[in-house]
């Protein structure tokens, strides 16, 4: 039998930023009504076989003020060697979906009724995707059904 190293690719991706600890408050500049400039991220553990990266911001606290999980940001078509993505940047070649603002780019937390937890979400995927300029995150989610390699998460907290 050959082992199945899905398991080690999953755990090996990981994403974190030098500007708040995991499960820890997003400083205020990155808020939407504030500098609204997106938090420098750290990439790592990309499996060998990537073909690109894809990254969703989400709230799921939005639920109850806004009736769904307000999207914050939608990326894709990242390099797979992409280690670093500074503040307020968009790597090379990498392309920026809606959010729920009306916006395209990102949009920074901005919770109406207390602390909620943002959601930074990273796909390795086995494919390129070719989505316009305009797509949503459920647009996204679409297009890497079944091109998912590795995924991993990194949440921080904001209150108004």
Not at 30 to 39: A, E, I, L
Request: overall charge negative; hydrophobic content about 35%.
């Amino acid at each position: 039998m050959i082992p199945d190293d899905s398991g080690d690719r999953r755990s090996g991706l990981t994403l974190r930023s030098p500007a708040f600890d995991k499960g820890r408050p997003i400083p205020r500049k990155h808020g939407y009504t504030t500098d609204n400039v997106s938090p420098p991220l750290e990439i790592s553990g990309v499996p060998a076989d990537a073909a690109s990266v894809a990254l969703v911001m989400d709230d799921p606290d939005a639920m109850k003020p806004a009736g769904k999980i307000w999207d914050h940001w939608v990326v894709w078509n990242i390099d797979p060697e992409t280690t670093d993505i500074a503040a307020g940047e968009v790597p090379a070649g990498a392309t920026e979906g809606a959010n729920d603002y009306g916006e395209r780019g990102y949009g920074g937390p901005n919770p109406p009724d207390g602390e909620h937890t943002y959601r930074f979400v990273l796909y390795a995927l086995d494919t390129t995707l070719d989505l316009g300029v305009g797509a949503t995150k459920a647009d996204l989610k679409k297009a890497i059904s079944g091109h998912v390699l590795a995924e991993t998460q990194l949440t921080g907290t904001y209150a108004p």
